[in-house]
């Protein structure tokens, strides 16, 4: 296989970029209403890569194969335009290598997430991104719009911290939102909950639910309840359906701990929250989702007297409801 070569580029590569764009919307089959790809210039798209930027992929050294325009006229969001892969250079990996530097230019950025749109007459495309975790976030005829959230790991050196960044977590909660927690014994799991409920305002102190399996905190404010429950003493999905949480869901925030494998099916969207201590996988979770994917973490841990008590909170977003929450600005936001 031949190498390729990504990045991101600026003016001075508009020529290549739109030689590419031209390429491969010109070998796509007609399509009502048509693409305004082909209406592009060399200076709008010099234009584009000046002001906002994109991505160009090289195949053994200096043939452009793949190329992207960004878009940020969204907030906290990064846009994909005229996402593009010469026919005759299918099927060697270009688009992915693509689409992988433009999510990490979103975290270099400091964004939350990335958007495109594709056509439903392109089956294959649609397919492509949905791999990737995209979901669709609207429709508009044959123009499906498209959404990833990026997931987001902070550090959190004492519980005090844990209780901070669940406070912030609680201010992009609903009802009928769920939230799964994994982690060890003593690894903090309670200690967020309860600053979930801080933020959401909860008459009575949160404390695990370990022996009565589930508890609801009521507010009061008129902010959704908070249903805190316990999957560590369950046999399986079947004794989760007994405890009856669908009942509630709708109307409540759901926090299961210990629900990795079994409380995802309560709900259509979900974030998977993990809690790991950092000298153990949380380091590793830190610099997984920095903006250098395999690099150095995006935050550096606050100094502490004891390292091993450090921990990482690493929050995943699944389905729609999340595609486009600002989780990763909220989460790493200095109060």
Not at 98 to 116: P, S, T, Y
Not at 249 to 273: F, K, P, Y
């Amino acid at each position: 296989m031949k190498a390729l070569h990504v990045a991101e580029v600026g003016p001075d590569d508009a020529d290549d970029v739109l030689a590419v764009v031209r390429r491969a919307f010109g070998a796509r089959p007609p399509l009502d209403p048509p693409s305004t790809a082909l209406d592009e210039t060399p200076e709008s798209v010099a234009t584009t890569l000046s002001t906002v930027g994109g991505v160009l992929v090289r195949r053994n050294g200096d043939l452009p194969v793949g190329a992207l325009l960004l878009d940020t006229s969204r907030l906290g969001l990064l846009g994909l335009r005229r996402v593009s892969v010469d026919p005759a250079h299918q099927g060697h990996g270009v688009a992915s290598a693509m689409v992988g530097l433009a999510e990490d230019i979103a975290e270099a950025r400091g964004l939350d997430g990335v958007w495109l749109t594709a056509r439903a007459e392109l089956p294959d495309n649609v397919t492509f991104w949905l791999r990737r975790g995209y979901v669709e976030t609207a429709r508009t005829g044959p123009v499906l719009e498209l959404a990833k959230a990026l997931w987001v790991a902070a550090p959190a050196a004492t519980a005090t911290d844990t209780q901070a960044l669940g406070v912030r977590l609680s201010r992009l909660l609903r009802p009928g939102d769920l939230l799964v927690l994994t982690g060890g014994l003593g690894a903090g799991k309670t200690t967020l909950t309860q600053g979930i409920g801080t933020g959401l305002g909860v008459r009575e102190a949160v404390t695990s639910p370990t022996f009565v399996i589930a508890r609801e905190h009521r507010t009061v404010d008129g902010s959704p309840a908070l249903v805190h429950a316990d999957a560590y003493r369950l046999g399986g999905i079947a004794e989760l359906d007994d405890l009856d949480l669908d009942s509630s869901l709708a109307d409540s925030v759901t926090v299961v701990e210990w629900g990795q494998g079994l409380a995802e099916g309560l709900a259509e969207a979900w974030l998977d929250v993990r809690l790991e201590l950092l000298t153990a996988g949380g380091a590793r979770a830190l610099a997984a989702a920095g903006p250098d994917r395999g690099g150095a973490p995006a935050m550096s841990v606050p100094a502490v007297a004891d390292v091993s008590e450090a921990r990482v909170v690493s929050v995943r977003p699944h389905g729609a409801r999340w595609a486009t929450a600002r989780i990763r600005s909220t989460l790493l936001a200095a109060d």
